[in-house]
């Protein structure tokens, strides 16, 4: 006698022989019933097969591999909660030799044995947050001790500065000053910065290492200039480096390079651990100066079980995977192993730069000193764009973004390819045969634009240029 | 002839781990070390040392999930390498924290239509969400003083002194003042009469919490609710609410679906909740979910171009990690209603199991409420030889982590002890903590009182009867000094932060 198959005990099915595959996926409202954990995993896992690979996506700066031993240790401290500092005294340890080895490194006027006065956050933004913060209320205090308004602060950048900054501005009521940019200079100059300065200035953000070009600003005529207008002026503005890329890769490549702690100004830098410091999206750092750059009515004192721990972020719990897989690569590598990798990405970068060079269709606007990245554009846009060329190669796997630059430099449209460790030469060579074999197709097609363009296409352009224009004030850049 | 070489010049990728040089040197703590070490040694020597970190499953203080599945852990390790914010080259996962928001927005009955997207985003906690939501209601609050020309330089938050420090925080990085509704002894919430009492012109919102962090209790948000309401059609001020529900949203609606706390409520215009703690995915999620769109300043969001496509973003945290929001839609859909009802239930069993072995000892009162957390708040009913926190150190032995607290003014005279039960908290741990308290408190016994407890308890004496105690000299003297210590610090540190 057959039964029915449906009537079989529902866990000897297979998962795609079961009936929670043929029910459509929770939407909107919590299912009511549950469902077996394999079935749960397998359609979970399956649906996310469709997004990109992140390996191959090359617009991020933020790390897509680590060794099999940190993700083991990621692994066993998944259900730490960071927070809890007194219940996990190492790795709040780990976290505090973190911040001593970063402030070390940026040449913090430290003394051998002396705590460095910084924190971990989940990235540069909440560390750009924290600084920020920190420089609003040295100003505010030192604004009502001489008995000024303390209701206008504002901050100088350039116009290339990550989205993080403006929303600081936004979320903060600080008026954002951007120093804009021009064709062939893609990044703050610090005379035009030093100009923007009035005594309302809570600071000066520099960026070591520029999202969209990987140029490295130069914090130290920034530095010099400041100085001498703080002179004239007396209003002591300081400097902070926005070291989101940059500040793991300038110590190894570039030793002489003064853009740290070296430079009187400087009084905080932020670091993202997860873009060179080699560790999975989740961490970033903040050091300050020393203590008095860091106001103590921004601190928060914690007891928990009789112990003071002083804290200051935006955030509260969060994993410890991240913190000890940072503690983890400066101990597996150290100085060595980050100078050997960073080197091992400008080479590649060398490589893929050469090979789109030689290609002959292509304008090179990044440059060989800075975060190992090519960014480029086409000689001649006017039968196809870079956009074009992103969605084709998006068909051989290859996420690689097109924009276009901030004010006053938006008719310039780039494509961004960022190296980070695990993009090895063979990697690079087979991106420039896809490079290759996309401009072959698409000199095949017909153009999308027009070439003669009638009154109302005309029209229309230039609605989309200041359509543009509008949407550009509020896009972020990343 | 065969030459022997001594150990540490044969090859070195032979040694075995603890054979090798690289655990005879002692860490860096302040510089990165030179060179390179292999990665076995590395893991090695940070596995090791974490091993005296508290056993993250004995942790009774917190509310944020210590366990879950093996399938689950499976998908948080595929996807530890995708940055959450890459929105457009990961579209699968941005769509499920989508799918999240939606679901936990019909959780708490927001007003939307069957196919209508929910407003709402994912965090990386509560601290986050609240400071999201607090953003959202200074910049309303503003915009509406603006339009009436009245000055909108001193807004205020109206709350319970029993609120996390997340809020003390958004108030201050914010520049928002903190009002705060002071508790007394026996009743360590949110009165809502007093609340609406503080409630002025300047006021952005009432933030109600639903699970306070001390002792599991609800607040009573429909109470609140109906008081504002009154008070608004006075002063037409239009004073809204915020619901705090960092542990009880994944809570009341399981337990007590019958409790009005949520979007039932007019008043109430945005609700956060911890997916890591009684969502029941590691720590790193929060949510916060508005009412609708209007309760969420367009001003406050930014929109992001990559590749062509618009992705609107209003969060503090930029780059982080994907893995928590595919775990808290793996829990949603595997556990489902009736899943997460029976974990609740499980809990709820639990604590009753705890609190009565508790009761039994005689020894103990019980400061926590049947309905609310699962948690057991208790204190002795006789401190004066041993006091709670050394109940708390000698648990430790046993490898237990029961945090002590004393209550917020103008009950700091109330120590208690808090057991936070979890998912993975059974029926067999619950009676084996009750018998290590049971140890804890026979050894107590037998030692002599501590000096300090003695003083402490003298103070608190007087503090609740004004009479007297016979002191020495010494002990006078004892005691004036610490008075001043105790002073001193609570003015430079800000006392009894909980969480």
Not at chain 1, 139 to 149: D, F, L, N, S, V
Not at chain 1, 303 to 317: H, K, R
Request: glycine share 6%; aromatic share 10%; charged share 25%.
């Amino acid at each position: 006698m057959l039964a029915a198959t449906n009537a079989t005990e529902e866990h000897v099915h297979s998962t795609f022989a079961s009936r929670y595959v043929r029910a459509p996926v929770p939407r909107f409202k919590m299912p009511e019933k549950s469902i077996p954990k394999d079935a749960a995993y397998q359609v979970i896992h399956d649906e996310l097969m469709l997004d990109g690979n992140p390996r191959l996506n090359l617009a991020s700066f933020v790390t897509t591999w680590m060794e099999p031993e940190c993700d083991k240790l990621m692994m066993a401290a998944i259900n730490k909660n960071y927070v809890d500092m007194d219940e996990y005294p190492v790795t709040t340890e780990l976290q505090n030799r973190c911040v001593n080895m970063i402030a070390n490194l940026f040449h913090a006027p430290v003394g051998e044995e002396e705590t460095a006065v910084g924190v971990g956050t989940v990235g540069s933004s909440e560390a750009i947050m924290l600084a920020g913060l920190a420089f609003k209320r040295r100003w505010q205090h030192k604004r009502k001790t001489e008995g000024k308004p303390t209701d206008n602060p504002n901050i100088v950048t350039g116009a290339n500065v990550q989205v993080c900054w403006e929303k600081f501005a936004r979320y903060f009521e600080v008026e954002l000053k951007e120093v804009k940019l021009k064709e062939g200079y893609y990044v703050m100059d610090p005379e035009q910065a030093v100009e923007l300065v009035d005594e309302n200035t809570i600071c000066v953000a520099a960026i070591l290492g520029s999202t969209l070009t990987g140029e490295f600003e130069d914090v130290k005529t920034l530095n010099d200039l400041l100085t001498k207008k703080n002179e004239e002026t007396g209003w002591g503005t300081p400097i902070h480096v926005d070291a989101a890329s940059g500040g793991f890769i300038a110590p190894f490549l570039y030793p002489d390079l003064e853009w740290d702690f070296r430079l009187p100004l400087v009084k905080s830098i932020n670091v993202s651990g997860h873009k060179y410091g080699l560790v999975y999206a989740g961490v970033g750092w903040v050091v300050w100066r020393n203590k008095e750059d860091l106001p103590d009515d921004l601190v928060f004192h914690i007891n928990y079980l009789g112990s003071d721990q002083p804290t200051f972020t935006l955030n509260f719990s969060k994993g410890s995977s991240q913190i000890i897989a940072q503690y983890y690569q400066f101990l597996r590598l150290g100085f060595e192993g980050y100078k050997n990798i960073i080197e091992n990405c400008m080479e590649n970068m060398k490589v893929l730069k050469q090979g789109i060079e030689n290609t002959g269709r292509f304008n090179i606007l990044s440059k060989d000193i800075g975060v190992p990245l090519v960014a480029f554009s086409l000689k001649d846009s006017s039968k196809h764009t870079v956009f074009e060329i992103a969605e084709n190669l998006r068909r051989f796997g290859w996420i690689l973004p097109a924009y276009t630059m901030p004010p006053n430099a938006q008719h310039v449209a780039v494509l961004r390819a960022v190296i980070r460790e695990d993009f090895s030469h063979g990697l690079a060579k087979r991106l420039v045969a896809h490079i290759e074999q996309v401009l072959k197709e698409m000199d095949g097609l017909p153009s999308r634009l027009q070439h003669k363009k009638t009154e109302r296409e005309t029209q229309e352009e230039v609605f989309r240029y200041w359509k543009r224009l509008v949407d550009r004030k509020r896009a972020g850049v990343c | 002839m065969v030459l022997s070489k001594t150990a540490s010049e044969t090859d070195v990728s032979v040694h075995s781990t603890f054979a090798s040089r690289y655990v005879r040197t002692s860490l860096p703590r302040f510089k990165m070390p030179e060179n390179s070490i292999p990665k076995e040694a590395a893991y090695q020597i940070i596995n090791d040392e974490l091993m005296l970190d508290g056993n993250p499953r004995l942790n009774l203080a917190s509310f944020v999930t210590t366990w879950m599945e093996p399938e689950c852990d499976k998908l948080i390790m595929d996807s530890i390498n995708k940055n959450y914010v890459d929105m457009d080259e990961y579209p699968v996962t941005t769509e499920l924290q989508n799918r999240c928001v939606n679901i936990i927005a019909h959780l708490f009955n927001a007003p939307l239509g069957e196919s209508e997207a929910a407003v709402g985003v994912g965090t990386v906690g509560s601290s986050e969400a609240i400071m999201l939501a607090g953003l959202a209601f200074k910049r309303k609050w503003q915009n509406k003083r603006k339009a009436e020309g009245k000055p909108y330089d001193k807004p205020n938050i109206v709350t319970g002194a029993n609120v996390q420090v997340c809020w003390e925080k958004f108030a201050r990085y914010f520049e928002v003042e903190l009002k705060e509704v002071k508790l007394r002894e026996g009743y360590y919430v949110m009165d809502p009469v007093k609340a609406v009492e503080m409630v002025d012109e300047n006021t952005i919102c009432v933030a109600a919490i639903l699970g306070s962090t001390l002792n599991g209790e609800f607040e009573d948000v429909k109470l609140l609710n109906d008081l504002l309401i009154k008070k608004n059609k006075e002063t037409g001020w239009d004073t809204p609410i915020h619901v705090d529900a960092a542990s009880g949203g994944f809570i009341a609606p399981f337990l007590y679906p019958e409790l009005e706390w949520d979007f039932r409520l007019p008043l109430v215009k945005s609700i956060n909740v911890s997916g890591h703690k009684y969502g029941l995915v590691y720590a790193g999620i929060g949510w916060v979910i508005w009412r609708s769109k209007e309760d969420l300043p367009e001003e406050l969001i930014f929109h992001i171009n990559y590749l062509g496509a618009d992705q609107p973003t209003f969060t503090l945290n930029f780059s982080k990690g994907s893995s928590q929001v595919i775990a808290q839609y793996y829990q949603l859909i595997r556990l489902g209603y009736e899943g997460y009802r029976n974990v609740m239930e499980n809990c709820h069993e639990n604590a009753i199991v705890l609190k009565e072995g508790l009761e039994k000892t005689g020894r103990f009162n019980i400061v926590s409420k049947d309905d609310g957390v699962p948690l057991v708040a208790f204190s002795l009913k006789d401190n004066k030889r041993h006091d709670e926190f050394e109940i708390s150190e000698m648990l430790r032995r046993f490898g237990w982590i029961v945090p002590a607290y004393t209550m917020p003014a103008d009950a700091q005279h109330i120590t208690v002890l808090r057991v936070v039960i979890r998912e993975d908290f059974s029926r067999t741990l619950a009676e084996r903590l009750v018998i290590d308290i049971q140890k804890v408190l026979h050894e107590l016994d037998t030692l002599p009182a501590k000096v300090n407890a003695k003083l402490a308890m003298a103070e608190e004496e007087e503090a609740k009867s004004g009479t007297v105690v016979k002191k020495t000299a010494i002990e006078t003297q004892r005691e004036v000094a610490a008075f001043w210590k105790k002073y001193v610090s609570e003015r430079k540190t800000n006392k009894n932060k909980i969480c």
